[in-house]
């Protein structure tokens, strides 16, 4: 739940305009300008952060997700969605997890999401009124990450 330094915020009335002819073209352009901002932050030339922790709080002082970069969107009542991409992802694999994100984006606004088509999604918690999402490259889907689980009493 770290916050990152650079994070596209994307609302819904935004995407709500890519569902409209005129939004298409531009949902394209969004695409692009997220392609080439994330391409600085992941890399053999991306910067490379640490965090410092209580010793035990953690299993590494270098983050699994990058604390550079990341995007959020709105998506109704209050509830935010944050797509958290692994530090040791490359460009194409950034650019895979975003395509994803932008997809499940689009299909959760336009009413065609398979809640299915999401690992976790069907019974994920938000933690602070936001959904995190990660890409899982080997199954080339995302999935719900629960910074939380295990901690969580029974039934909670």
Do not use: W
């Not at 709080?57 to 990341?70: D, L, M, T």
């Amino acid at each position: 739940m770290i916050p990152t330094a650079v994070v596209v915020f994307l609302g819904r009335s935004y995407f709500d305009a890519f569902l409209k002819e005129a939004g298409k073209d531009h949902y394209q352009v969004l695409k692009s300008a997220l392609l080439k901002v994330s391409a600085r932050f992941f890399g053999k030339d991306a910067p490379q952060g640490r965090v410092v922790f209580t010793k035990g709080k953690v299993e590494s002082e270098i983050p699994r997700y990058s604390i550079f970069y990341s995007i959020v969107a709105q998506v109704g009542d209050g509830l935010r969605v944050k797509l958290l991409l692994q530090s040791d992802f490359d460009a194409t694999l950034c650019n895979e997890a975003q395509t994803a994100f932008l997809g499940f984006l689009s299909s959760l606004y336009d009413g065609t999401l398979d809640v299915e088509s999401i690992k976790g999604l069907a019974h994920a918690v938000p933690v602070s009124s936001t959904l995190l999402l990660a890409y899982n490259s080997t199954e080339k889907s995302l999935e719900v990450i629960d910074p939380l689980a295990g901690r969580r009493g029974a039934g909670a």
